[in-house]
């Protein structure tokens, strides 16, 4: 079998408890054998600051690495006040700079979230969106993706327990599977 592509994992969100953690889990269940998705740790990053682009403190520097070494970007992300939330942007913002320096360049990407809110993260999703195409990230436009979170849809494994939305959720991941094979770099 070929070497699997690496999806950089991006959760929006610093929950213990997080929904879109345990949705980035069972999307990582439902994942083909051609696709490895590896979380990439944001909660330590400090605030971008563009004095220290030059010599970014080992987080910054880390994410930036994990990123270039990554095939293709996944972002799994809340919404907080009808956008991303902050976490999430200033790890964008970290990984995309210097200026010529921009670690999402060229790699696919997939956008997703879910929310107890009946519309899920749309508006949030909207946002990035705008971001990564200013970024140079392919984005998977369909199908989109606004799960609204109900009590016990994704069980402690990250298995998801709806069968229509787990079905969804695959068709997702293999539509995804299929545009990174699209627009990853060549091997």
Same mark, same amino acid.
Request: hydrophobic share 40%.
């Given at each position: 079998m070929p070497t699997p592509y690496r999806v950089a994992a991006? &959760?929006? /969100?610093?929950?213990?408890?997080?929904? *879109? !953690?345990?949705?980035? %889990?069972?999307?990582?269940?439902? /994942?083909?054998?051609?696709?490895?998705? =590896?979380?990439? !740790?944001? #909660?330590?990053?400090?605030?971008? *600051?563009?004095?220290?682009? =030059?010599?970014?403190?080992?987080?910054?520097? !880390?994410?930036?690495?994990? &990123?270039?070494?990554?095939?293709?970007?996944?972002?799994? %992300?809340?919404?907080? *006040?009808?956008? &991303?939330?902050?976490?999430?942007? *200033?790890? &964008? #913002? %970290?990984? /995309?700079?210097?200026y010529g320096r921009n670690s999402f360049a060229k790699k696919p990407g997939g956008v997703i979230g879910i929310s107890t809110g009946a519309v899920g993260t749309a508006v949030a999703q909207q946002h990035l969106r705008t971001i990564l195409a200013y970024l140079d990230v392919p984005t998977l436009g369909q199908p989109e993706a606004f799960i609204q979170f109900k009590d016990g849809l994704i069980a402690e494994g990250g298995e998801v327990t709806d069968e229509n939305r787990r079905k969804f959720l695959q068709n997702w991941i293999d539509r995804f599977a299929e545009w990174v094979k699209r627009f990853a770099a060549p091997r």
């Open positions: 991006l &959760i929006g /969100s610093l929950r213990k408890d997080s929904l *879109n !953690r345990k949705l980035a %889990t069972a999307l990582a269940g439902l /994942s083909p054998p051609e696709l490895v998705l =590896q979380h990439v !740790r944001i #909660d330590d990053l400090p605030l971008f *600051n563009p004095d220290h682009e =030059q010599n970014p403190p080992e987080p910054a520097a !880390r994410v930036k690495r994990e &990123i270039e070494a990554a095939d293709a970007l996944l972002f799994v %992300t809340p919404e907080y *006040n009808r956008s &991303i939330p902050g976490v999430l942007k *200033n790890a &964008i #913002d %970290t990984a /995309s700079r210097p």
